[in-house]
């Protein structure tokens, strides 16, 4: 300490016991000999340690040397209370409630697409449109075969002179390209085919049918490249008023979407030619109409549940009037040995 170092420069040393002269003082005996500099130093040292100053002299001392400690000290201790009042300090509970309200009106402000909308673009790229031919002239023997959905379309094949005598829907269960339809949609047809989401269209050939549930397998014979199959899912936790979404060609437009919910459950329905009785079917209020046959009826995830086979009509017309069945995906996994889940 430069101070210290004055003082000790200036100070004498009590004489030696048995009389001789006072020594010179230790800071001058370090200035003037230079080759003893560090001897005299550290003499000095000594002696000051040894005695130190007495009195108010040496409290003075005392306080100079601990002073820069102290100052130190005192640094540090404030720097530490200040980090710890930043690191703990509680979140401004005002500041919290203003970021959230900000979120939660950019959420309402941002238009987000709807259940039926989600649900459409999951099923898409597994609807198929199911289009039956039949030779000229044999229209009224297909059209036996026809159910309360399918409806008689104009047109011939491509490349021959086969008449289209219904359309109806599909849907992809397998990517090797099995497609689950109705079966009045396909009965007493010469030539089936089908188009796939991407404008593709193939022939197919009916694997099996189910005559107890009106449902048939079509294998088509070309595949797209990317070709999606549809999640199957059980019907066993649907509950009336659950949301459902029926997709499908009705009168040959489409694909087309409807949205409904569940409005019964283990329903049966006599088709209206009277020639099938089918149960335990999902009721639903989704509008369908002719060329709904065979199409999925999907939950809001777009997993399919159902196959649509037909709607109810009081007065015999066909035209939907707010009922409309399914086929449980169950019944169709039973029947063909498929493990849908």
């Given amino acids: 300490m430069p101070r210290a170092g004055v003082y000790i420069a200036v100070r004498r040393k009590a004489p030696r016991p048995g009389g001789g002269s006072a020594a010179a003082p230790a800071g001058i005996g370090a200035e003037c000999s230079v080759p003893d500099m560090t001897a005299s130093a550290t003499s000095a ?52 409630e203003r970021f959230d309200l900000a979120v939660q009106r950019s959420l309402e402000k941002a238009k987000l697409p709807s259940p039926a909308a989600r ?18 002239g044999e229209r009224g023997a297909a059209g036996k075969g026809r159910g309360p959905k399918e409806r008689a379309a104009p047109g011939t094949a491509p490349g021959t002179d086969e008449a289209a005598h219904g359309t109806g829907t599909g849907v992809v269960i397998l990517e090797e390209g099995v497609i689950l339809t109705n079966l009045h949609v396909v009965a007493g047809a010469a030539r089936i085919r089908v188009v796939f989401d991407d404008g593709l269209e193939s022939d197919a050939t009916v694997l099996s049918v189910q005559p107890e549930n009106d ?21 066993g936790d649907l509950r009336p008023g659950d949301r459902v979404v029926a997709v499908g060609f009705p009168f040959g437009i489409g694909p087309s979407v409807s949205s409904g919910v569940v409005s019964g459950l283990d329903r049966e329905y ?9 149960g335990r079917l999902i009721q639903f209020d989704a509008a369908a109409n002719p060329g709904n046959s065979g199409g ?24 939907f009037v707010g009922i409309g069945f399914a086929v449980p995906i169950e019944n169709a996994a039973a029947g063909f040995g498929l493990p849908p889940f």
């Fill in 215 to 235: 449902l048939a397998v079509l294998k088509a014979h070309t595949l797209p490249d990317d070709l999606v199959a549809a999640t199957l899912r059980s019907s």
């Fill in 296 to 319: 999925p009826l999907v939950t809001d995830e777009g997993e399919v549940v159902g196959i649509v086979t037909g709607i109810l009509n009081p007065v015999g017309q066909r035209f």
């Fill in 45 to 96: 040292t000594s002696a000051t340690s040894a005695t130190g100053p007495s009195g108010p002299s040496a409290r003075r001392w005392r306080l100079r040397l601990m002073l820069p400690i102290l100052l130190g000290a005192a640094a540090l201790l404030a720097a530490g209370v200040l980090a710890g009042r930043h690191l703990g300090q509680p979140v401004d509970e005002r500041a919290q």
């Fill in 119 to 136: 649900a459409w673009e999951t099923i898409r790229p597994s609807v198929v449109r199911v289009r039956a031919f039949g030779a000229p």
């Fill in 270 to 278: 006599v088709s209206e030619d009277g020639g099938r009785v089918l």
